[in-house]
């Protein structure tokens, strides 16, 4: 058992941090998110054509390159970072995990291709009104019509919901919980774009009114290939996670030497040392929470739901608490809009709350211990 990243591996981050360094400075991130479709297309583009990243762990079958989920933990944490304004974390933790995971050979050969590519976005549409990830919270229907099925009801926090390419449903039928493809131009689909607390991350309620899709593998048997989606998604949120609380660290150490108070540096005075050292310690923990469950993953090692539900919670508690010390740190100038803390603020909130919060995780944690 390795958790130590490779040298390609490495290679990999170093080149997509240059990449996300030059081409998605905070500028342009704050510049996107205010559009109206707050979505990078130039970025996204690049990211297909010269780096293909969005193939990286397609199976080259389905025209990927077939790497594994210890490389999307790389990237992951690299985006986590920076915070670029583009539908990956949607389409390719969501919508393309859900496609691999769904025991459905024509609708992989249909859709991964396109998504490997960059032509075509996706994500998947999963909570109601309750906002809860478990099979008992979906209450959308699907009708089969002999010929073809229909859906009916609303899915709510969709992320990139109102410009996906395609939109993966999770509907329950006569025989269980079911997923099905809808094209994002379907007759029958309104999307609603939200306006959440973190404009880097677009949401959107889906209302479906006897709107045509098509069914993805066998009907009723949806929900062990989306736990096992939610997983590793989970996965890739801490690694996001630990990447953000990352880059408020370094933000908060590189301000404390800089700011001059008093005629000395306040990063001399022991009260920042000792809030620093904190920070360090709590993303150092996250980082190996993350390392261990992106291990996991890439293995699918039993250990995965304790291991993906143990980084959820460490994660979310840690990112959340170094955002807002990292503030804190840089004072008043941290609560203006032009400065980028409140990007990782806002980004640490909605990701403690994605996928279910620390307490939910907790639960989760238990209960696969069972204690």
């Known amino acids: ?104 050979e024509a609708a992989q050969k249909e859709h991964l291709p396109a998504i490997a590519s960059g032509e075509l976005t996706a994500t998947l549409a999963l909570t109601e009104g309750d906002a809860r990830w478990d099979p008992d919270s979906i209450q959308f229907t699907a009708t089969d019509h002999g010929d073809g099925w229909s859906l009916t009801g609303t899915k709510t926090h969709v992320i990139d919901g109102a410009t996906a390419g395609l939109v993966l449903v999770a509907a329950r039928t006569g025989n269980g919980i079911s997923l099905f493809a809808v094209e994002g131009a379907t007759p029958g689909l309104t999307r609603e ?76 005075f022991q009260a920042v040392k000792h809030l620093c050292a904190d920070m360090l310690v709590l993303v150092e923990s996250a980082r190996s929470a993350a390392y261990y469950a992106g291990w996991a993953a890439a293995e699918m090692d039993d250990d995965l739901p304790v291991a993906a539900s143990m980084a959820k919670a460490y994660c979310s508690d840690a990112y959340t608490w170094v955002a807002g010390q990292n503030i804190q ?31 939910h995780h907790r639960e989760l944690l238990a209960q696969a211990l069972d204690i």
């Open 193 to 268: 774009t939200l306006t959440p607390m973190d404009l880097t991350r677009p949401l959107a309620t889906l209302t479906f009114d006897g709107t045509p899709a098509r069914l993805v593998g066998r009907e009723g048997e949806a929900w062990p290939g989306l736990v096992t989606t939610l997983r590793l998604a989970v996965v890739a949120l801490a690694a996001e996670q630990v990447g953000g609380a990352q880059q408020c660290l370094e933000s908060a150490v590189q301000y404390a030497k800089e700011r001059i108070q008093f005629g000395r540096p306040i990063g001399s």
């Open 1 to 104: 058992m390795n958790f130590a990243f490779n040298e390609e591996q490495e290679q990999l981050r170093q080149l997509v941090r240059k990449f996300l360094d030059d081409q998605s400075p905070v500028e342009r991130v704050m510049e996107v998110m205010e559009a109206d479709v707050p979505i990078d297309e130039p970025l996204w583009a690049q990211m297909a054509e010269q780096l293909g990243l969005q193939a990286l762990a397609i199976p080259e079958e389905l025209g990927g390159s077939g790497y594994g989920f210890l490389e999307l933990v790389v990237v992951f944490e690299e985006m986590g970072r920076r915070l670029p304004c583009v539908p990956f974390f949607s389409t390719i933790a969501l919508g393309a995990t859900a496609l691999l995971h769904c025991g459905d």
């Open 329 to 359: 740190v840089h004072g008043g100038i941290g609560f203006t809009w032009e400065h980028p803390a409140h990007l990782y603020f806002k980004r640490a909130k909605s990701s403690e709350l994605l996928f279910g919060d620390p307490a």
